[in-house]
């Protein structure tokens, strides 16, 4: 590109470099061929000046407009009748949508529900305003303030958009299928569709040829192509003088005589492909150039005047040449393949214009042939021609299209295109249009139009819509409505809509509303009868809003006065704030028991004076002040001893007069009068008062009563009568019934229409017994008032009995047949069905003459299915006399005659058929009555009544086809029907079934017209749907003529229903139900689907959990709640109730512990890590430097560890919050993968091979960054609980980043850069060394750097090594490194590998195709083998997990213990539980008496060479154990066996099995801790003492001198103390010897007494051998000494070599060095 820019450069400096050292004269502009040029200037003064002239054109026709071509546009946009979501918000203006809109899909039931819930909401604000406005007409109160104003600001929004077919000040218009117009509104809800559109349109097509629709034939290849071109200038331009008389400072005027001469000329020219960009450097170079040297011909010619044109004039100064411009490139011959930087043949157009009408276009052929021009390689030129073309030349129908936006006097320049639409009330044909902008010819070569084969004619070209075509758009409204057109779609380019259409329009004014008391602020208008405009446009009306209510003052306040409403919730416009007094002893104020204010102007003026509320006074019962009923009323009032207080009635009794006693419409026959406020008598008017009257002048009660009902339902064809009531069918009454049958539709609701097997439409006969819930509505009642015509209220339908039929045709000779009447839906075809179906009733009902109908067969009802053609020509005698008259033929009728099945009887074919033939031949006129067509139903006889659907001469009378059962194979076992049929055990048959017929068994099936009910086969569940027609939970499907059945696509899904009424936790479990969850909120209160989660929550979730651990004692001794689990999730169960356990779980006091990534939400995962953890990795401390296996190679690197970071607060992230979830303690990193990476935008440096550098600090924070981004971003990954990733080593990359810009490679690949410029030599670079990816059709596509990004000659990529961290435990079986990386090529392949900033330049590039080629590799953690672990000296143990885990996906069987990843830690830790390290130094806490040992990259353990620590037994601080309270409230060592292991019992640390005892002395004892010797805290190890001292130190232990005693730690982990009960005591000290010694005195006696007694039988033993045989002494004696002597020597040879087992158990320096160096190299193994 910097090349290209250079060659435009250096044109333009030879272009322009010339001087110019000439003097323009005045001020005038100097045009071509301008007189005032030859007159004051001479023959070379004069070739400089149109020299410069030339050179200011060109440049300024280097900033040139491009014309582009409109491409097809597809997919075609649907059309909706739904709202967008800125209708939604103009809809209802005075609620906040946002919500409703996130968690709501915009459907019709939708967006009726809200229309219903803010018309009852205004329903109910009106009919309070109302109340509330007489009340305040009746009830005077204080005047309000007038000194305070507040004003409330109305913010009015204009809506200014553009629009593509009308005003800028209305709406976006979408064009259906169109891409043209912007902004439009789109809505992926289909429920309101228009699908006239469809069916409007006939494309019929023939392959390769125009249909009689004119649809577009595809150009042939010697017209022009459709490319983009420059839009030439029609001015003419001179020079005239700039801010010196210069010509060299010479500026353009465009004041010149428009061009005259205007031709264009075509040059084949060999020039870089590169120039087909229009927009490109090189095309305006190329431009440049080639207009110069066509200029310099031209002027040479001019110069020299030796060219003579056509007229007989000098090619001269004179002519006035207006210059050369280069319009359009483009290529010879299409689909030929080229190479980038290679040159081409490629054709270029010109445009050519001269000042001079007398030149023609040879004349500028003559001279271009007489010269020459260089550096232009030309191979060829085409005669020069029109440039434009006329539009007044182009013949087009204009009965059918109208011209767009043209004039029909105008010109079109070659290359560009004219527009039609068709007629007001026709549609264009999509075929026509694919670019949806109208019906288009192109101006082609030489000026001619381009003119299609065939023009779009009236019938498939422009079809016949019903359609609206005005939309108007805002400014065509009444200005004082204040609507404004929202953005609609369109159904073309015209902007017009179909009938049944709506387009929306707002009111422009915030809070404004319109006025018809709908409180909405959007009118729908909808397109009726070609026009979309009503009567009267509603007008909008701004509500003033009050939002600030003034509450009573504090004297008010403290009387009880307070405001009923909300104080946030603000008033409408009149509205009335209301408030009462809360106090029971003082109800009401001045102006009654309520207090109002009105909002007027959006202020509610607080009054001048609060009032008080005070006990109520009564009114003066005096019978002189109490009103007095006028005498005619009759009434007397009920004065009682207790006063009427205010608000309250005197109630007035008909006790006046005998036998008045009876108040018309008054059912307590009394009246009441107020005691008004202040003790008032209410003073009712003359006409208020009500008047007693005589209870026998009562309207006389009804002489007639409806029958008893016994039914739901009757129904036609019911004829039998009934035990239980006197109904009984008649035909009167079977004709009433069928007149509202006819319209109404109870299986369905509506009018089905299928096609058969040879794609004939019918209108399917459903087979369904209609009937009505009351047929005594015209009989009984009229006394009543209640005679009157069924509704479709009083419809209803009987299932009990089976409907059949039988399919009759009939030729009509009296009716003309009409291709319409194929339409069922057609207004024409619907009229005639129903005059046939009522006359056809009406001879079955009833009979013909002598003939008797089949009412008494359970007739119900005649449905005609279809209309055809018949075979009969009506007009065959008009056409004997002019053979050229179409033919005029009758009309065929399908009908079905239904009857009711009752008990299985019915009527057979041959019966009905011979009954059929009497009625009909009793006169072929079945009515006389004249209808739509002028004549009555006459029908042909003689018609063939042999069943052949290819003849027109065809009336059978047949069964319905049957329907094939092949579709129940598709049925979901969740579901059953009502021709299922069970065995004699229970169980189902298998469905088909056969049944018997005429004698013979076939298989079941139903006929056209029938029905399936499908319902849950469980009877506790239900359809789970939002489809009104499956609320019943049955779905039925239909037999159709093409012998189908409507399945559905899919299948209705069966679901229990959980109660409304939620399980609620006791009060004692501190949990409630989650009613802000967001999946709860909207539906708290509803029914829950199976499988909907039911929350519950800690009451205090900030600091409470759920106790997930009973046996865990807080440091209060209460439960300890979990801190990361505040909720617990249930569901609605299958069977229709809640899983939730009779006992909820607890919650208690959360402990302090850090909230760490992989925990959290991605908004709280980038907060902390931007904000608090990014840079912890370069840490001392969390982060270590060690050496890798591959030293030389690698090098220093930096050890991941997976200790997570974190805060205490997630929600407010503080880097003096930070903490960590420590890997030792369990809370660390689970898993993750090593991911060997190359990044392309960053050139190696040596300094990123040393972790210690800045370079290395700086690119680690910006790759790990960026990475996160991306990771949290995902769904999947982040699903996965990711942490964080590591970026841990830089290596030197295997790519060179030079040729990462290069487009040329040695296979004819892809490249999604595109490099433009001067042709420079290929460089020829290997596919592997570049990076690529492969598209979805497997073509490799190689990827080049985008933006800014300078690098070296000879620079290399760099390799990273990361770690990414996740803390879900899954297994290669759930997730392996195979996933990872196809999610991570996924988001890669998002952004192209590639990370722009906002100045699109590159910030971050990582290679895709190395995955491909293995230079990237992604796998599993590295793992330090298990071996040292479990090789510890004796009497260590350690803490690591030692579950199996799969080692691989393809071997789920083969598994493995689990090994510790490179940089995790585990704790060794002695195995007693009263035993811990004597020496803890090595890591980071000195306090735990645990060695954590880090996982190393060399897979070796870090643990210590020098001083390995040994356990030794210690006891727990005395604090723990003083007495049995302490000691419950924790849990001690020997305890841990018991919470480790949750199948042992818990047992108490007193219980003989754990064995501590109670360090607390027994009271009588008189002992306490020496706090001087022992320290309560502080734990004791084995031998060592713990000290009491007496109470009292006058005292003595046991009467000793000393008061202490002291007691030691036991080599189990338990004090020596005595048990309970038995402690020594403190006493007087003694003078005499002290116990003991009397003690120890008298056991030396006895021991003494026993040693004198051994001695003295040693002694005779000893005598009596002295007397015995000697020779015994060498076995006795010298044997065993012997065999002593050599156990001895054999064990010392044992113990002389070090790797003995001898000098294993007792040398453990030898051990720990065998651990250490496990898997070294270099070690011997012994």
Request: proline residues 6%.
């Amino acid at each position: 590109m910097e090349r290209q820019r250079g060659f435009v450069l250096l044109i333009f400096g030879i272009l322009i470099g010339s001087t110019y050292e000439l003097d323009l004269e005045g001020t005038d502009c100097y045009c071509p061929g301008d007189p005032k040029l030859t007159g004051n200037y001479n023959q070379e003064e004069v070739v400089l000046i149109l020299k410069r002239m030339s050179e200011i054109r060109r440049t300024e026709r280097q900033n040139f407009e491009v014309y582009t071509p409109a491409l097809p546009v597809d997919p075609r946009p649907e059309r909706s009748n739904l709202p967008s979501e800125d209708v939604i918000n103009k809809m209802f203006p005075l609620d906040d949508m946002v919500d409703w809109i996130e968690k709501n899909s915009i459907t019709a039931e939708s967006v009726q529900g809200l229309k219903d819930t803010k018309q009852a909401d205004v329903t109910a604000r009106l009919a309070s305003k109302q109340y509330l406005k007489a009340y305040d007409a009746k009830f005077p109160k204080p005047p309000t303030t007038t000194t305070v104003t507040t004003t409330t600001t109305v913010i009015t929004t204009t809506t200014a958009a553009a629009t593509a077919v009308e005003s800028t000040d209305s709406g976006n218009v979408t064009v259906a299928n169109s891409t043209t117009a912007e902004n439009g509104t789109s809505t992926d809800e289909s429920a309101e569709t228009s699908t006239s559109e469809t069916a409007a349109v006939d494309n019929s097509t023939v392959e390769g040829e125009t249909t009689a629709g004119g649809s577009r034939k595809k150009r042939e290849a010697n017209k022009r192509p459709e490319i983009p071109m420059v839009l030439g200038r029609d001015q003419g331009m001179g020079i005239k003088q700039g801010n010196t008389s210069a010509l060299e400072d010479a500026v353009a005027c465009w004041g010149c005589q428009a061009p005259s001469l205007r031709v264009r000329k075509e040059f084949l020219v060999s020039a870089d492909p590169a120039i087909l960009d229009l927009s490109s450097d090189a095309f305006k170079a190329f431009k440049l150039l080639m207009e110069s040297k066509l200029d310099e011909l031209f002027e040479k010619a001019m110069e020299r005047g030796d060219i003579t044109g056509s007229n007989g004039r000098p090619f001269n100064f004179e002519v006035g040449y207006y210059g050369s411009e280069v319009v359009a490139v483009h290529e010879v011959a299409e689909g030929e393949s080229r190479r980038k930087r290679e040159a081409e043949a490629l054709m270029v157009e010109v445009d050519i214009s001269a000042k001079d009408g007398g030149l023609v276009a040879a004349d500028v052929d003559t001279v271009y042939d007489n010269g020459t021009m260089e550096n232009i390689s030309v191979a060829s030129t085409s005669p020069a021609n029109k440039r434009y073309c006329s539009v007044s030349d182009l013949d087009y129908p204009k009965t059918v299209l109208v011209l767009l936006g043209t004039e029909q006097a105008a010109t079109v320049e070659v290359g560009l295109k004219i527009h039609f639409s068709c007629l007001s009330g026709h549609l264009l044909n999509p075929e026509l249009d694919p670019e949806i902008n109208g019906f288009d010819v192109m101006c082609g070569l030489g000026g001619e139009w381009e003119v299609p084969e065939a023009w779009p004619n009236s019938t498939t070209g422009c079809v016949p819509t019903p359609m609206c075509s005005t939309v108007p758009d805002t400014e065509a409204l009444p200005t004082e409505t204040g609507l404004m057109r929202m953005d609609y779609t369109a159904v073309d380019h015209t902007g017009a809509v179909l009938d049944g259409d709506v387009v929306f329009y707002a009111c422009k004014e915030n809070n404004a509303v319109l006025q018809d008391g709908s409180g909405l602020g959007v009118y729908q208008a909808k397109c009726s009868e070609g026009t979309l405009s009503p009567e009267v446009w509603p007008a909008c009306v701004v509500m003033k809003i009050c939002s600030d209510i003034p509450q009573p003052d504090s004297e008010s306040a403290e009387s009880g006065l307070s405001l009923v409403s909300s104080p946030s919730e603000p008033l409408w416009q009149d509205e009335y704030a209301v408030y009462n007094c809360s106090t029971p002893e003082k109800p009401v104020t001045e102006t009654g028991n309520l207090y109002i204010l009105q909002c007027r102007d959006g202020v509610v003026t607080a009054p001048g004076r609060w009032p008080l509320c005070r006990e109520p006074a009564g009114c003066d019962m005096s019978p002189e002040k109490v009103p007095k009923a006028p005498a005619e009323t009759h009434l007397e009032p009920n004065i009682t001893e207790e006063a009427v207080k205010e608000m309250e009635e005197l109630i007035y009794h008909c006790t006046a007069t005998v036998n008045k006693t009876y108040i018309e419409n008054n059912t307590l026959n009394q009246f009441g009068v107020k005691c008004l406020p202040g003790g008032e008598w209410e003073q009712p008017g003359p006409g208020d008062w009500p008047v007693c009257d005589d209870p026998t002048t009562t309207t006389e009660p009804p002489t007639t009563t409806t029958p008893a009902m016994k039914r739901d339902c009757y129904c036609l064809g019911d004829i039998a009568p009934s035990d239980s009531e006197t109904w009984l069918m008649s035909t009167e009454r079977h004709q009433e019934i069928l007149k509202i049958c006819r319209k109404s539709y109870v299986t369905f609701s509506r009018m089905i229409t299928e096609v058969d097997e040879s794609n004939n439409r019918y209108l399917v006969p459903v087979k369904e017994q209609c009937g009505v819930k009351n047929p005594y509505v015209g009989e009984y009642g009229h006394l009543q008032g209640l005679n009157r015509s069924y509704t479709y209220d009083d419809v209803c339908a009987c299932t009990e009995a089976k409907v059949y039929g039988y399919w009759v045709t009939l030729e009509i000779t009296s009716q003309t047949f009409d291709p319409i009447f194929t339409r069922p839906t057609s207004s024409k075809t619907r009229i005639l069905r129903e005059h046939i179906e009522e006359v056809m009733d009406t001879i079955y009902v009833e009979g013909r003459e002598d003939v008797n109908g089949l009412f008494n067969k359970n007739y119900i009802r005649t449905r005609v299915m279809r209309f055809d053609m018949g075979n009969t020509i009506l007009n065959q005698e008009d056409i004997e006399i002019n053979p050229e008259l179409e033919p005029e033929r009758s009309t065929r009728v399908m009908m079905e005659v239904q009857f009711a099945s009752v008990d299985d009887n019915i009527i057979s074919m041959s019966d009905f058929n011979t009954t059929h033939y009497n009625l009909m031949s009793v006169n072929s006129t079945l009515s006389e009555q004249k209808f739509s067509s002028g004549v009555g139903i006459i029908l042909n006889l003689k018609c063939n009544p042999v069943s052949n659907p290819q003849s027109l001469d065809s009336c059978p009378v047949t069964e319905p086809p049957r329907c094939y059962n092949r579709d129940f194979e598709g049925v979901p076992p969740y579901l059953t029907h009502q021709y299922v049929r069970l065995y004699e055990n229970g169980t189902q048959m298998p469905f088909p079934f056969e049944v018997e017929e005429d004698g013979e068994k076939v298989e079941f099936s139903l006929g056209v017209g029938e029905t399936v009910d499908f319902i849950c086969n469980d009877p506790v569940k239900q359809f789970k749907t939002d489809d009104p027609e499956l609320l019943d939970n049955k779905l039925t499907v239909l037999c159709k003529p093409d012998r189908y059945y409507n399945v559905p696509s899919v299948w209705p899904v069966c679901k229990a229903k959980c109660p409304a009424e939620k399980p609620l936790p006791g009060n004692d479990t501190r949990m409630e139900i989650w009613t802000d969850h967001p999946m709860m909120k909207e539906k708290l209160y509803e029914e829950f689907w199976e499988d909907d989660p039911l929350f519950y929550r800690c009451i205090d979730p900030k600091n409470e959990g759920v106790v997930l651990q009973p046996n865990l004692v807080g440091e209060d001794g209460g439960e300890v709640g979990d801190r990361r689990v505040t909720s617990q999730e249930f569901k609605c169960s299958e069977k229709g109730f809640y899983n939730t356990p009779r006992k909820f779980r607890n919650c208690a006091p959360k402990p302090e512990v850090c909230e760490c990534l992989g925990d959290l939400t991605e908004e709280q995962s980038r907060n902390i890590l931007n904000l608090v953890c990014r840079n912890d990795s370069l840490g001392e401390g969390n982060y270590h430097v060690s050496w890798h296996a591959e030293k030389e190679e690698t090098g220093l690197l930096l050890l991941p560890n997976k200790t997570r970071c974190g805060v205490e607060k997630a929600d407010y992230p503080s880097v003096k919050e930070k903490c960590y979830c420590y890997d030792h303690d369990f809370q660390g990193v689970k898993t993750g993968f090593w991911h060997i990476m190359e990044v392309l935008s960053l050139p190696w440096h040596d300094d990123l091979f040393w972790p210690n550098t800045t370079l290395f600090k700086q690119n680690k924070i910006l790759l790990e960054r960026e990475l996160d981004d991306m990771y949290i971003s995902s769904k999947l990954l982040f699903g996965k609980r990711y942490v964080r990733s590591i970026v841990f080593k830089f290596k030197k990359g295997k790519f060179l980043l030079k040729h990462q810009t290069s487009t040329t490679t040695t296979t004819t690949t892809t490249s999604t850069t595109t490099l433009k410029g001067p042709v420079r030599q290929v460089r020829a670079v290997q596919d592997d060394e570049r990076d690529f990816f492969y598209d979805d059709n497997d073509n490799k596509v190689f990827v080049g750097k985008k933006g800014y990004w300078p690098y070296g000659e000879e620079e290399y990529s760099t390799v990273a090594w990361v770690e990414h961290q996740f803390m879900e435990d899954f297994t290669v079986m759930d997730f392996e490194s195979y996933d990872f990386e196809t999610e991570h090529m996924s988001l890669l392949n998002e952004r192209n590998g590639q990370w722009l900033d906002k100045t699109n330049n590159l910030t971050l590039w990582l290679s895709q195709g190395c995955y491909i080629s293995k230079k990237c590799l992604i796998t599993d953690f590295g793992r330090c083998p298990n071996t040292i672990l479990e090789s510890l000296p004796l009497g260590f143990t350690h803490e690591k997990p030692r579950k199996m885990v799969p080692v691989s996906r393809d071997s789920p069987d083969l598994k493995e213990e689990y090994k510790l990843p490179v940089g995790a830690e585990v704790n060794i830790k002695c195995s007693e539980h009263h035993q811990k390290i004597t020496s803890d130094k090595w890591d980071s806490n000195p306090n735990d008496k645990l060695l954590t040992v880090k996982c190393l990259p060399n897979f070796k353990y870090d643990i210590p060479t020098d001083g390995f620590p040994r356990c030794r037994s210690y006891c727990p601080a005395p604090r723990r154990l003083w007495n049995i309270t302490t000691m419950k409230s924790d849990t001690l060592p020997l305890q841990k066996i018991y919470t480790e292991d949750p199948s042992l019992t818990f047992r108490e640390a007193t219980h003989p099995e754990v064995g501590y005892r109670q360090l607390k002395p027994s009271s009588y004892a008189g002992l306490i801790l020496n706090e001087e010797k022992t320290d309560l805290d502080e734990e004791t190890w084995e031998g060592e003492k713990i000290y009491y001292v007496c109470i009292n130190s006058s005292l003595g232990v046991e009467q000793a001198e000393s008061p202490e005693i002291a007691f030691r730690c036991r080599d189990d982990g338990v004090y020596n103390v005595p048990e309970n009960n038995s402690w020594p005591e403190c006493d007087i000290k003694t003078t005499t010897a002290k116990p003991p010694i009397i003690d120890g005195v008298k056991i030396s006696l006895r021991e003494m007494d026993t040693d004198l007694d051994n001695v003295m039988l040693w002694k005779d033993y000893m005598t009596a051998q002295a007397k015995g045989n000697s020779k015994d002494l060498f076995w006795k004696v010298t044997v065993p000494f012997g065999i002593l002597i050599l156990v001895g020597l054999v064990i010392c040879l044992l113990f002389t070599r070090h790797d003995s087992l001898f000098c294993q158990v007792c040398n453990r320096d030898y051990e720990v060095k065998q651990m250490q160096n496990y898997g070294h190299k270099d070690y011997e193994y012994s």
